[in-house]
């Protein structure tokens, strides 16, 4: 945002210098530093829009926890999930199925683009449950529920719809877990570069 900030104010100085090169009838400098202008307040608008679409991510450099999750069965193929995030939110969810399933998506941007402050991010996505049986899954009820929050602008499904942002992102991917959810437990939900991992916490 602080990059976005300053080529925005230097299109703006820019842009009264084109406007002081049109009052002392120099038109070709004055439309060249309007055209400049222009074109610096497109890139900052660019800029300001992916650190907005961005706020629901958050950098990883490292295997970090993501989140807590609390099992607790509530009948045969039923459980409730309780999911607390760093930060403090908590939510709670009815499930179906055997398992639970935890899915994120995770952004990795070129080596120029981390020059700009964009860094290897991640975003959880989804939390659902899961069937152990093909069939079951197949017919029984299903369950899903978002974590993550729809952006103003969505990097992830622009990157999947437009091969030309491949020189900006690196890589962009999904990544799942799931674990049993048969008996009451307490769960890590943990994120690295190279995907999600869950890890049971003693009672």
């Known amino acids: 945002m602080g990059l976005a900030l300053a080529l925005g104010a230097l299109a703006l100085w820019v842009l009264g ?12 400098a004055g439309a060249f530093r309007g055209l400049s202008a222009a074109l610096l307040l497109c890139a900052a608008g660019l800029l300001a829009s992916l650190s907005f679409s961005l706020q629901g991510y958050r950098a990883l450099s490292r295997e970090v926890v993501v989140a807590v999750i609390e099992v607790r069965p509530t009948g045969p193929q039923r459980f409730l999930a309780r999911v607390e995030e760093p ?30 402050g964009l860094h290897t991010a991640y975003e959880l996505d989804r939390i659902g449950g899961r069937y152990a049986d093909i069939g079951a899954e197949r017919s029984r009820p299903r369950s899903v529920h978002a974590l993550g929050e729809s952006p103003l602008l969505d990097v992830f499904a622009l990157r ?44």
């Open 17 to 28: 210098r084109g406007l002081l090169a049109l009052r002392e009838r120099r038109a070709l």
């Open 160 to 203: 999947r719809a437009y091969a030309w942002l491949a020189p900006l992102l690196d890589a962009e991917y999904g990544s799942a877990t799931f674990i049993a959810s048969d008996a009451p437990a307490h769960y890590e939900v943990r994120v690295s570069t190279t995907g999600l991992l869950v890890r049971e916490r003693p009672l």
């Open 87 to 116: 930060g403090g939110r908590s939510r709670e969810f009815e499930l179906a199925g055997d398992q639970l399933y935890v899915d994120a998506r995770i952004l990795k941007w070129k080596t120029w683009a981390n020059l700009l």
